[in-house]
């Protein structure tokens, strides 16, 4: 599958559910209306992310590991096994088993079904047309309001504007820094040297 074809299938999804504020405030919707059961699971390997199964009754369930603290890191496993789930993977095998390495919010995986559902977790919780609008518009409120469209990050003033906007992105779209950071580059919006 193409980055645009996995794209527009992340949008089509969104256009059916997305209310106001962030994808990841609506997750719990529509895993009800897809009949997916949400389970958090202790998992003695720790290696262990998350998963997109199938019992035998044919009920899917997505479970992630429960010891995962960091907000944006559980929604960002969510996503991504949203993703097998959106792009038909499960039909290929019964169940994944997403490990943590797999998962990466960088969009590196070790193999093109993992690297899709990363893909498809970025563009679920960062909306390009959202993000654009919310990054545009937090430029042209800092300080240095000349930069406009694109945020090239270094270890100078432009570090300060990124501190100023970073953690209102990340809170708006529920997920980590280098998540963000990824799509950013990824839309074209900023570069990081730092
Ligand atoms: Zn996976």
Known sequence: MTNNQIEQKANEVLAAYLKKGGSHKIFAEIMQDEGIKYREVL??????????????????????????????????????????????????????????SQISEESIAT???EHEANYFASCFLMPEDKVRKAFFSMLKNSRKAKIKDFL???NDYTFSIWCGIRGDLMKRYGVSEAALRYRLKQLGLARFNF
């Open 43 to 100: 998992s003695e390997n720790q290696n262990f992310a998350g998963a997109l199964t199938k019992g035998n009754s044919g009920q899917v369930y997505v479970m992630v590991n429960k010891s995962i603290e960091n907000a944006g890191r559980k929604n960002f496993t969510i996503a991504h096994e949203l993703g097998h789930y959106f792009l038909g993977h499960q039909l290929k095998t019964n169940y994944f088993f997403c490990l943590d």
């Open 111 to 113: 193999n093109d079904i």
């Open 152 to 154: 090239h990050v270094k």
